[in-house]
């Protein structure tokens, strides 16, 4: 008897992960992976000590859903003191486990059955099943190298009377490409006639390079009853395994998400927040991390151009795009694979976050390594024009 007969694959056309797929091939080939976005040095020690603290002092029950109120607290006094904007602890701040399951549930929670969502694409792989999921239905407006800069005739267009939602990410994955004043004030006067809810995926945050500062969606006060914007402790302070971020914007839109929240989640793991808390209150800054990160980025970027490679400009996030075009004649799928198997690098190839698939000869490189990994990976980089 097929005992499988009752089950419906509601996610068919999808298979495992990009980021897990090629994690999984570059350990099955012992190569240095640059494809899945993870940092390699811990997090500050501090913040470490403050998790095991926290489990023997007994913060191990369940904290309220909306969040730790010592941590609600402590990102709307980061917000006040970095950008100057006034952020309510309990009303506009929710703790989420993870980016990924904020936007996740956001959609679940605010998308229809019959509701269009537009993404730009390139797109972060949960994006379109996450709408899929909710009944709805993703329109996309691709952009393309090398700067990745948004068609707002092709978005204009895009617009119909069943728009629900725009999904935007910046400091965008996989591009590194930031949303200017112009962007941001474009999408806003585009969308106001039908009040389209504004969603946001801004883990990246803490990362935007070159002396410039994170412009969130947050600085739009306007918009700020259809805004809904979603950040990440495991980027803020290398711990992508804690899976904690949060999200702030509207109470009317919170108030919506959190009926779900509270269903699928309940809570977030509360030493992690109580952790975040303590070191976000004694001063812990997640732009600690931000010269290093730029250094490694400058660095990796001169030494890929040397190899032949053509790193595209990176604005923001841990990411590299790089054209290989001069090097390969091969799709970005099947360069990535060699690349894996025969050099000893693993990267991301974009194609796979254009819906459909769309090849521009061009992958994406993690540079969040030690020097002494990246070193190595350009190294081994060289093996490419011997
Ligand atoms: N955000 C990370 C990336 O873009 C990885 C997350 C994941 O593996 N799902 O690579």
Known sequence: MNRTHNIKDKLPEYGQSIFAQMTFFANAHNAINLAQGFPEEDGPPELLQFLGEAAQKGFNQYAPMTGLPGLNKAIADKWQKEY???????ENIQISPGA????????????HPGDEVIVFTPAYDSFIPGIKLAGGKAVVVPTYKPDFEPDWEKFEAAISPKTKAVLVNTPHNPSGRCFSEEDWKTLIRLTSEQNIILISDEVYEPLVFDGK?????????????????IFSFGKAFNITGWKIGYLAGAPQLLDVFRKVHQFQIFSVHTPSQFALAKFMQKG???LDFKDDYEQKRNYFSKAIAEIGFKPLSCAGSYFLLADYSALSE???????????????????PTSVLYHPHFDQKLIRFCFAKKQ?????AIEKLWKISE
């Open 213 to 229: 500062s994170h412009l969130s969606l947050l600085h739009f006060p306007e918009v700020f009853h259809r805004s809904l914007a």
């Open 284 to 286: 812990g800054n997640s």
């Open 84 to 90: 100057g904007i006034q952020l309510d602890p309990k």
């Open 372 to 376: 002494e990994t990246l070193g190595k």
């Open 100 to 111: 990924t399951q904020a936007i996740f549930t956001a959609l679940q929670a605010l998308v």
């Open 330 to 348: 091969k799709g970005d799928i099947e360069f990535c694979e060699w690349l894996t198997k025969d050099i000893g690098v693993s990267a991301v």
